[in-house]
């Protein structure tokens, strides 16, 4: 069966500085990767996703994340957080050619900037 | 395009009570689904469609019932309302079931049962 794990319920950063958002999953083939970003009392809005490729991949709002096979994970990245970047973030995957097209959800990473 | 709709933004129910949550895309999206979100639990797979006509249940489908009459719309019926559907509900579509597709979502409905 398909799974997400997002092994923090919390990150803390401090504005300027690096972020990283934890992501680590389980398929029994070959994944499609998936990040959102919820903002307070708003839908989610999609991120990025890694379909197939570089194993870097670049999205909406300077973030990025970094996709590891070996590693199983898919970790979100930016280089200089801004306090706006606070929100609650969510990795997804879906099986690529498996029989559930359903995305599998995390249970969600709160992001806290502080200035 | 006005993306992914849900109406209404929020919800007050007494036990018992039935309601239908409304969603609607007009992307001509093939896949809909809906998911509730509570703390901790992040987003639950409620019941999905992938097409008209095709419905399917999802990780937690017990007190809700949907229907897929048109391409557009996907209502989600509480039937029996209780305490435990407490929750924020998410209407979500992408254009196929299957694929690299993105999943657009709605801006969700806030319900209370009391």
């Known amino acids: 069966a398909q799974s997400v794990a997002q092994p923090e319920d919390q990150v803390n950063v401090a504005e300027g500085n690096p972020l990283t958002v934890k992501c680590t999953y389980s398929?029994?083939?070959?994944?499609?990767l998936f990040w959102y970003v919820q903002y307070p009392n708003r839908g989610l809005q999609f991120l990025l996703k890694?379909?197939?490729?570089?194993?870097l991949v670049k999205g909406s709002y300077g973030f990025e994340a970094e996709f590891n096979k070996s590693q199983t994970s898919f970790h979100l990245k930016k280089p200089s957080a801004l306090v706006s970047d606070s929100a609650l973030y969510f990795c997804?995957?879906?099986?690529?050619?498996?029989?559930?097209?359903?995305?599998?959800f995390g249970k969600g990473t709160k992001l806290s900037v502080k200035p | 395009n006005a993306g992914v709709t849900q109406t209404p933004k929020f919800q007050v129910l007494k036990t018992g009570q039935s309601m239908t949550l409304q969603c609607a895309q007009d992307?001509?999206?093939?896949?809909m689904s809906w998911y509730r979100q509570d703390p901790g639990m992040g987003l639950r797979l409620i019941h999905y469609?992938?097409?008209?006509?095709?419905?399917d249940q999802g990780e937690v489908p017990n007190g809700y019932n949907v229907s897929r009459s048109t391409t557009e719309d996907f209502p989600l019926r509480l039937l029996s309302a209780a305490p435990s559907q407490t929750s924020v509900y998410f209407c979500?579509?992408?254009?196929?079931?299957?694929?690299?597709?993105?999943?657009?979502f709605g801006p969700g409905t806030r319900l209370t049962v009391l």
């Open positions: 890694y379909i197939t490729g570089d194993n």
């Open positions: 997804a995957v879906r099986e690529y050619g498996g029989s559930q097209g359903n995305l599998i």
């Open positions: 469609s992938v097409g008209a006509g095709i419905t």
């Open positions: 979500a579509s992408n254009p196929k079931y299957m694929g690299t597709d993105t999943q657009y």
């Open positions: 398929v029994s083939g070959n994944p499609y």
């Open positions: 992307m001509n999206h093939e896949y």
